[in-house]
């Protein structure tokens, strides 16, 4: 039984998967990354998705890079929603996300052979806002001008997201109008010298920016309402997020952030819809912890044990290929994420990459030379960048870790090791991931 009692089993076509759910209510379900990204949200969705009818992403655009698995084929999605490979579902982008059209263009290209997709089972909002080829190119000069670069992907995510906070970004429903589409280009070669010289220099993803439009048109429509009457007919719902918690514009590592609302609360404001319909938020976390970018990590691992993580767990972007910065469980930013989510359970994911380590650490508060002891993520990043974990050790194991079973099939310490995260941070860990298949997971009820 979960904190919330709430109640009720479903199977997957691929496993029985024993996590208490919406009971005979319509089920609305949130996922989001508990850490800073790449916590292997796509992977859960995926196997999550097979009982729901919509998935939906509700914030970030292809910065994102979501890795499953699908009849043994490894497959990376950056725009559409995990459960695309889920039989009969419909798929969704919502209000919050932003969109590459091109790059949506050529991945919906990209899966023609496994899902077909229409504008029967593909709904993009008219209100997404569209990253184009300027924006790409504003923060690609930003990263490279900048003397504090923050690591971005250089796809165009921030100038984005800015442009639509200052009401200068174009929407999904104006692009694909091409009558809007020139006039809003007009507008901009006439207003801004940068963005013409830009332009001149340029024209090829141009000439591919409004090609992609005739493509998408089909699919852009008032996603947000159908999505609602759905749920209206007791349809179920997953909310997929990209990224993490501590990537999160206004509660992440600011300004080591990506743009959007990451966190639990965005996934209602991108639907816009009665928050109390919530059934189930899911956290997805590593065992360990991963940042891609610049930013404070607390726990990162500089030396041996960290490189091992790294290699062992295959840390490279899905998206960017960069190296992921690799550390210990932080115990204070997960009971954090916890808080700020509200999640009801939490799926603990990569448990495998830890078996062959002779000792384990989490951290349960830091140490800060001015402020002494906390026990509270900081919101200061400078504060937190001058933070030493204060670590608890526990043993490790070196058995290898079950592929499936249940939690009394993981190793002893294994279990142990859940078992404090669980009390240090005041979570429930649903199930523990062991391997990156559709399969690799173990059940903790
Ligand atoms: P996302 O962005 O949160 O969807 O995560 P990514 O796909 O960027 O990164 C997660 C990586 O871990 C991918 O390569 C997955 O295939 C892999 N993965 C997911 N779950 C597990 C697991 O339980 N064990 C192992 N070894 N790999 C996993
Ligand atoms: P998924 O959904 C991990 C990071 C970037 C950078 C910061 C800002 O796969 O978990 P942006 O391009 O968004 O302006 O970059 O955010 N970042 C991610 N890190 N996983 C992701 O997505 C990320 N998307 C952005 O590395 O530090
Ligand atoms: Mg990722």
Redesign the pocket.
């Known amino acids: 039984m979960d904190k919330a009692g709430r109640n009720g089993l479903y199977t997957t076509r691929q496993r029985n998967i024993d996590i208490p759910q919406g009971g005979h209510m319509s089920q609305v379900h949130i996922l989001v990354?508990a850490q800073?990204?790449?916590?292997g949200?796509?992977k859960w969705v995926d196997i999550l998705s097979a009982q729901k009818d919509i998935v939906a992403r509700f914030q970030?655009?292809n910065?994102?890079?979501?890795?499953l698995y699908v009849n043994g084929e490894k497959i990376v999605l950056?725009q559409l929603p995990s459960g695309i490979f889920q039989d009969q579902k419909v798929s969704a982008l919502l209000s919050g996300v932003v969109v590459n059209p091109v790059q949506l263009a050529l991945e919906i290209d990209s899966v023609a052979d496994k899902v077909s997709l229409d504008e029967n089972n593909l709904w993009i909002s008219e209100k997404a806002h569209v990253i184009t080829p300027y924006h790409i190119y504003l923060?690609q000069k930003n990263e490279s001008q900048s003397a504090t670069p923050?690591?971005?992907?250089?796809?165009?995510?921030?100038p984005t997201y800015s442009n639509k906070i200052d009401r200068t970004g174009i929407r999904m429903i104006s692009y694909i109008d091409d009558e809007h589409r020139r006039e809003w280009l007009a507008h901009l070669l006439e207003s801004s010298p940068e963005f013409k010289r830009s332009y001149e220099e340029n024209k090829q993803p141009w000439e591919e920016f409004d090609q992609a439009a005739k493509k998408l048109k089909p699919f852009v429509c008032a996603a947000e309402q159908r999505v609602r009457n759905e749920l209206k007919k007791d349809k179920s719902l997953m909310l997929e997020?990209?990224?993490?918690t501590l990537?999160d514009i206004s509660h992440g590592t600011y300004p080591?952030?990506?743009?959007?609302s990451t966190i639990s609360g965005g996934a209602i404001s991108s639907l816009g819809m009665d928050p109390r319909k919530i059934t189930k938020i899911y956290g997805i976390a590593k065992a360990y912890v991963?940042?891609?970018?610049?930013?404070p990590f607390p726990t990162e691992l500089k030396d041996e044990v960290g490189r091992r993580l790294g290699e062992k767990g295959h840390e490279f972007?899905?998206?960017?290929k960069?190296p992921?910065r690799c550390g210990w469980f932080d115990a204070v930013a997960m009971k954090y994420a916890a808080e700020v989510n509200g999640f009801d359970v939490v799926l603990l994911n990569k448990m495998d990459i830890l078996s062959g380590f002779e000792e384990l650490k989490i951290a349960t508060a830091y140490k800060h030379k001015k402020l002494g002891i906390l026990d509270e993520f900081p919101s200061d990043v400078r504060i937190l960048a001058e933070c030493e974990p204060i670590y608890e050790s526990l043993p490790g194991f070196m058995e290898e870790i079950p592929e499936t079973g249940t939690f009394k099939d993981l190793p002893k310490n294994a279990q142990a090791y859940c078992k404090r995260i669980e009390e240090l941070c005041g979570i429930k860990i649903g199930m523990v991931g062991t391997g990156p298949r559709r399969n690799d997971f173990i059940s903790c009820d």
């Open positions: 990354g800073w990204g790449d916590e949200k796509g970030g655009g910065n994102a890079g979501h890795t950056n923060d923050i690591g971005t992907t250089k796809r165009g995510i921030g997020g990209a990224q993490g990537l080591f952030v990506t743009s959007s991963t940042r891609v970018g610049e930013g972007g899905a998206n960017t960069r992921r």
